[in-house]
């Protein structure tokens, strides 16, 4: 079964910037679609961005478009989450997902992915 595990997580200051990793172990992620979420302690876990197994298409919540960017790297056999002008309400525990889908269809609905990491938390201060 495939084993994900989120890392980069840490403390920064608003306007600063993070990168996220998802790795992999078990089978390559290329052929995954491989999603991020995020969730704050008693709130919903939410959708964050998605990239397909070939890299396109990509989509993104409304509250993180133009300021974050997902892709992959196949050779690492990672996804990554690039995270700049972050803002305190991005604070959460973020989280990496995979599924075996073919397309993006129904991209946000946390049901569809199989395999999650633990999650990794990220703190932004004011």
């Known amino acids: 079964q495939v084993q994900l595990v989120e890392s980069g997580g840490g403390l920064v200051q608003a306007g600063g910037s993070l990168r996220l990793s998802c790795a992999a172990s078990?089978?390559?992620?290329?052929?995954?679609?491989v999603g991020w979420f995020r969730q704050v302690p008693g709130k919903e876990r939410e959708f964050v961005a998605v990239?397909?197994?070939?890299?396109?298409?990509?989509y993104y919540a409304d509250s993180v478009k133009g300021r974050f960017t997902i892709s992959r790297d196949n050779a690492k056999n990672t996804v990554d989450l690039q995270m700049n002008s972050l803002k305190p309400e991005d604070t959460a525990v973020y989280y990496c997902?995979?599924?075996?889908?073919?397309?993006?269809?129904?991209?946000?609905?946390?049901?569809?992915?199989?395999?999650w990491g633990q999650g990794t938390q990220v703190t932004v201060s004011s």
């Open positions: 078990g089978r390559t992620l290329s052929s995954l679609a």
């Open positions: 990239i397909s197994w070939s890299g396109n298409p990509t």
């Open positions: 997902a995979a599924d075996l889908a073919l397309s993006l269809v129904n991209y946000n609905d946390m049901g569809r992915y199989e395999f």
